[in-house]
């Protein structure tokens, strides 16, 4: 190998470490500056190798350009070229998310009315994707546009752009219907990250808002993936549309002589003494009295989805239990001749007992379970709020 040869690649392993060198430099200036703000953190972390990458290519790049060479001089700056705008790409990437996560921050969603926080939190996830996928579409143009066949062949595919959108558009029609629709949801605030929603006869939570499908995350831990156009195109129940109290029935059918105004005694001694109920809404109506049976709605309300479903349980087996030990006949039943035998009658069943077997609150699982769908309750932010900030 020629001695000029050997010098160049000194000069370029030189320029290399020197840039490198730099760029650890910077990273440690600004790793300095993160131990004040975390959104400085996450930038140092997320942009250190693309900066150094970036940094030693424009050394390596400068140096060729500068320093004679042989014949290969010519495709290894193509390379490197390449190389170039694939990091740059990387780099702009990267301020794209730290952008992101900096708006982010700036939105908590642990406060109990967090609807516009999960409003902008679906819409800067939805945006930053599609930021990421024109950034990878214009890199890869850009690198294709340094060959010069490719920008002699630039005119032709201008002119036949129009046939081709045509084509691609009838190709890919379900995909760009879905692109669009995932749009729509995050700019109409149809739904939202974390909104509890009723879809295909499914009780769940919004997990995940992409441009093209949407994952809700079932209350028995599943997950249903649908298309975005489904939310755009079929009905489906948003309980958290607006704020996260919502209000539920139980209906129990009942004998015609079961004494109404001790069945609602009952049940405001129940939901009294129940520390789900919100407080808002609790009222016993009969809803319909056709053929053996008469049927009562017992309607209640708590703040939030897993709260509800629970005081829904308790209602409704305290009511069976009362019915049973207070009013047996009252039970629904065939009329025929002759006496019935009487009912077994099972013990009350207390506030504290039904909390054992709750699903969404009285143990930690629960209660973490019920985070997930509801947010923190209010005594987690009691505690957050009388927590000292030292000590987070």
């Not at 679906?122 to 490719?150: H, N």
């Not at 630039?154 to 752009?161: D, K, N, P, V, Y």
């Not at 809803?287 to 309607?299: F, H, I, K, M, Y």
């Not at 629970?310 to 239990?321: A, H, I, K, S």
Request: with cysteine; hydrophobic share 50%; glycine share 8%.
């Amino acid at each position: 190998m020629p001695t000029q040869t050997w010098q160049v690649l000194v000069l370029l392993a030189g320029a290399a470490v020197a840039a490198w060198l730099v760029g650890v430099a910077i990273g440690a200036l600004v790793g300095r500056l993160a131990r004040r703000s975390p959104v400085v953190a996450d930038i140092s972390r997320r942009g250190r190798t693309p900066l150094r990458a970036l940094l030693v290519l424009i050394a390596v790049i400068a140096v060729l350009d500068a320093a004679p060479t042989g014949g290969w001089h010519e495709p290894v700056v193509r390379l490197l070229g390449l190389a170039l705008i694939g990091t740059i790409g990387w780099f702009v990437g990267v301020a794209v998310f730290a952008a992101a996560d900096l708006t982010l921050a700036r939105y908590d969603v642990d406060v109990v009315d967090n609807r516009h926080a999960r409003r902008v939190r679906t819409q800067i996830s939805l945006l930053r994707r599609l930021a990421v996928v024109i950034i990878g579409v214009l890199s890869a143009a850009a690198m294709l546009l340094t060959f010069p066949s490719a920008r002699a062949a630039g005119a032709s595919i201008l002119a036949s752009a129009g046939v081709i959108s045509l084509v691609a558009g009838l190709a890919a029609q379900t995909s760009l219907a879905n692109v669009f629709a995932g749009l729509q949801l995050a700019f109409t605030d149809a739904i939202r990250v974390d909104d509890v929603v009723v879809v295909e006869d499914e009780w769940g939570r919004i997990e995940e808002i992409t441009l093209t499908y949407v994952v809700v995350h079932i209350w028995d831990d599943r997950r249903m993936v649908l298309p975005s156009t489904y939310f755009t195109t079929t009905p489906f129940e948003n309980w958290t549309r607006t704020q996260s109290a919502v209000m539920g029935g139980v209906e129990i059918d009942v004998d015609w002589s079961v004494p109404f105004d001790e069945m609602r005694a009952e049940l405001a001694r129940l939901v009294e003494g129940s520390e789900l109920w919100d407080r808002r809404v609790g009222v016993l109506q009969v809803t319909d009295a056709v053929g053996s049976v008469v049927r009562v709605r017992a309607l209640v309300s708590a703040e939030n989805a897993g709260a509800l479903f629970d005081l829904r349980c308790l209602v409704r087996e305290n009511l069976v239990v009362w019915l049973q030990r207070e009013h047996g006949y009252g039970l629904p039943r065939l009329r025929l001749d002759g006496a019935l035998p009487p009912a077994p009658v099972a013990p009350v069943m207390s506030v504290s007992d039904h909390e054992n077997a709750a699903l969404f609150t009285g143990s930690s699982e629960a209660r973490e379970r019920s985070r997930a769908f509801a947010g923190p309750d209010a005594e987690e932010l009691d505690d957050r709020v009388a927590e000292p900030s030292g000590a987070r």
